[in-house]
């Protein structure tokens, strides 16, 4: 990219300061730089650039010092939570958090694991790029179960909004007329392979209501011209995506909404600065800038601007938010209704069911499909619910032939068992259960009272759990799969759920959302229906931290249409001098 | 151009420079049908393989060797010890696993040399090919061998298969490898054909 992009030092104002570079960062520079606005996109962490800073990308097993295993010495010093993560490993390790350098606490008794992946594109380079859109039911389950506050949109707001994200991102999928799963913009879904289709067609049959669908991913399995522009082409299904992919394959903000903004030349780019606040004037009620420390040399500047997104990840945002304190917000900026950093929500990825597949010993696949099937909630409703706990979850579906791996826990020794070792194997399924997490006031992040990191900014505290709503469904997730598979036709069936092990705590699904809730009053929510916050007219939220429920579906396609609107609106706004 | 003997920037450098000039299809299949790969290819320790290691000593290799020999005899294919996964083994177990995982190792190499005493009065190394295979048989047969030893045994093998097939021979060779399938579809499986070997993480 031009160098003259990135700047440090800046003392003339901008139009639109945006902090974070990730999903979300990247739609709300790429929309106001389109629309004529001088934005500033702020990242804490260092330049990424496309392709030719993904250092491992088409890099063999066998040329890693460890065969992509991370070293164990530099897992202890440096990413003891990280390793945690299902996408570390020795060629992805330099998109992860350095766990040393951010620390953060949990309240006794308690456990998070907050993934992090501080640098340009965010964590947009190391999604699992699943992308689903939120269905009426999802908007109205507050609302019709008393629990949290009703979100102040339904489907209807941001049904044109997914379909713009959807045409630009590049979404692959099978139009399924499902209302518990709406339709999109897709570009043709991944195949099913025999396995996936038999099973479909037996589930279905067998439980009326639930459906077994290809998943719906960021993936150009046929470029449009419109992707082409952006410089990418299609999917090799190499499924290496998250050490970057130089084909610009899956969306990323590399390689989609940052080569959109920076050819509008409206973008700058300010790396390695770690907003410490945003500035607040008292007088006008605006805040005006941010307070940035620099990721390196711990040295302190500013940045103004007519207006301020906070795109910086939901807990980087609250973290920036419960930081920026003045006489006015003594608790946190725009947060009068004191629920700023309360009822963090991630997803409970915690059941499984697993089976053996007979027959289909002719068939086997190419490639490495980036993706895998799908069963959409079928609990979307209080009618729908099942005994003893409310709302609903999803499955992400595989299917696989085993291999080695597999068959070397088998008994075998010598050439019998070697010839084995290079054939296919069974086949294989597993159903994961992806839970919604009710919004708790109890389960909060907040400041620590003393300890800072070392830019001086107060480390985080998580209090937060699943509790008995999340386990039940869960228990129930791990029965119920292991009930579809024996209706399939499984062999071997076995389920389990996984809640209860330190590894698998709240954040692991890095489906962090709902610290800076939405709602229609400013007494018991920070921002309006347009992620505006309350208090202050030109404070925007547009991360996860605006939801109000988390749903069941993966959240970043909702994330880039919840941010598109806000710039529109916004853009508006600035233009009848409202803000 | 041509695509041997290139570092790992300059091969990055080289594929960019290509998909820009001629689209990405034709440029991928343009360096990976040459001997790029090749060129990068993992060098096996010949100087270990006889040698102590860094967590084993000269004859616990010296036995380990002879178990993944027996593990995976040479065939039509290499056998375990000549992709060097006595060498891996002893590299992985200190680099990646925990001292509990390495002590299990150690026990159990050290009760296969204790049982080949008792037996035969001889080290493993210098027992036949059958008696060789008889032995680690019974263990995971359980006969004279705890359940917690066929453990040991099982994590043992299953780290010798990882070094076998993440080799560059075990991948390229003995299975079949696709770094860049260009799409994903299913396809017929005949009689003898082998797993894909082209998964670049584990």
Not at chain 1, 185 to 213: D, Q
Not at chain 1, 421 to 435: E, I, M
Request: aromatic share 10%; with cysteine; net charge neutral.
């Amino acid at each position: 990219m031009n160098k003259d992009i990135y700047i440090k030092q800046q003392n003339k104002k901008f139009d639109v300061l945006v902090v974070g570079s990730g999903i979300t960062g990247g739609w709300a520079a790429k929309e106001f730089c389109e629309r004529g606005f001088n934005t500033l996109m702020i990242e804490r962490g260092r330049v990424v650039e496309h392709r030719k800073d993904y250092i491992t990308e088409g890099k063999p097993v066998w040329e890693y010092d460890n065969r992509s295993k991370v070293d164990n010495l530099l897992i202890e010093q440096q990413y003891k939570i990280q390793k945690d993560c299902y996408a570390f490993h020795d060629g992805t390790k330099q998109f992860f958090g350095n766990d040393r350098d951010l620390p953060y606490e949990t309240t006794e008794g308690t456990d998070f694991r907050w993934i992090r992946a501080n640098q340009l594109g965010g964590k947009s380079l190391l999604w699992h790029r699943q992308s689903y859109r939120m269905c009426e039911d999802d908007f109205l389950a507050n609302k019709r179960d008393g629990v949290g506050n009703d979100w102040p949109i339904r489907y209807q707001d941001i049904a044109d909004w997914y379909s713009y994200v959807e045409t630009f991102a590049g979404i692959s999928g099978s139009k399924e007329n499902l209302p518990n799963l709406p339709d999109g913009e897709f570009l043709p879904p991944f195949a099913m392979t025999g396995p996936e289709k038999a099973l479909k067609v037996a589930i279905e049959k067998a439980f009326p209501g639930r459906n077994l669908i290809m998943g719906r991913t960021a993936h150009l399995t046929k470029p449009s011209t419109l992707h082409i522009s952006q410089g990418r082409v299609q999917c090799q299904t190499r499924n290496e995506c998250q050490k970057g992919c130089s084909f610009g394959a899956y969306f990323s903000t590399q390689s989609s909404t940052l080569p959109a903004a920076a050819k509008t030349n409206n973008l700058s780019i300010a790396a390695n600065s770690v907003v410490h606040s945003v500035i607040y004037d008292e007088k006008r009620n605006r805040a005006i800038g941010v307070r940035v420390i620099d990721n390196d040399d711990l040295s302190t500047r500013e940045y103004f601007a007519d207006v301020v997104f906070l795109c910086a990840s939901t807990i980087g945002t609250t973290q920036i938010m419960l930081n920026s304190t003045s006489k006015k917000f003594p608790n946190g900026i725009a947060n009068s209704s004191g629920v700023l950093g309360h009822y963090l929500m991630d997803h409970n990825y915690n059941a499984r069911a697993t089976g053996d597949i007979e027959g289909f010993e002719d068939e086997y696949y190419k490639g490495r499909r980036p993706s895998s099937c799908y069963m959409p909630n079928f609990q979307t409703r209080p009618e729908l619910y099942r005994k003893g706990y409310l709302r609903g979850f999803a499955y992400g579906i595989s299917t696989f032939r085993s291999d080695w791996r597999g068959k070397s826990q088998q008994d075998g020794i010598g050439s019998d068992f070697k010839q084995q070792l290079s054939l296919p194997g069974k086949w294989g399924v597993n159903f994961s259960a992806q839970g919604e997490m009710l919004p708790h006031f109890d389960n909060q992040m907040s400041l620590h009272p003393t300890k800072t990191d070392k830019w001086g900014i107060p480390l985080i505290n998580f209090n937060v759990e699943y509790r008995e709503n999340e386990k039940a469904m869960m228990d129930d997730a791990a029965e119920m799969g292991a009930e579809m598979l024996r209706a399939g036709g499984c062999t071997n069936v076995k389920s389990g759920t996984s809640y209860d092990l330190p590894h698998r705590a709240p954040g692991i699904a890095i489906h962090e959302v709902g610290t800076a809730r939405m709602g229609r009053d400013p007494k018991n929510s920070v921002l309006n229906q347009y992620c505006q916050s309350h208090d202050i007219p030109n404070l925007f939220v547009t991360d996860g931290s605006g939801y109000c429920s988390s749903g069941v579906v993966n959240p970043s396609l909702t994330f880039m249409a919840l941010t598109a609107r806000a710039v529109d609106y916004c853009a508006k706004e600035i233009k009848a001098q409202r803000l | 151009m041509k695509a041997t003997n290139l570092s790992q920037p300059q091969r990055r450098k080289f594929m960019q420079h290509l998909v820009r000039a001629m689209g990405v299809t034709s440029a991928t299949a343009l360096v990976y049908g040459s001997n790029l790969n090749v060129a990068m290819a993992y060098q096996v320790r010949t100087d270990k393989l006889d040698g102590a290691g860094q967590l084993f000593d000269k004859p616990t290799m010296q036995t380990l060797k002879h178990i993944v020999d027996t593990i995976l005899p040479r065939t039509d294919t290499p056998s375990g010890a000549d992709l060097d996964c006595h060498g891996f083994v002893d590299h992985q177990l200190f680099r990646c696993h925990s001292e509990k995982e390495q002590q299990a190792c150690l026990q159990i190499i050290s009760q296969i040399e204790k049982h080949a005493m008792a037996n035969f009065k001889q080290s493993f190394c210098q027992l036949d090919e059958k008696q060789q295979l008889e032995l680690l048989q019974s263990i995971e047969a359980m006969n004279g061998f705890t359940q917690l030893q066929r453990n040991q045994f099982k994590f043992l093998k299953s780290l010798i298969v990882f070094g076998y097939f993440t080799s560059e021979q075990g991948a390229r060779e003995i299975l079949r490898y696709d770094p860049v399938p260009g799409g994903f579809s299913v396809i017929p499986l005949k009689k003898g054909d082998k797993c894909w070997g082209s998964l670049a993480y584990y």
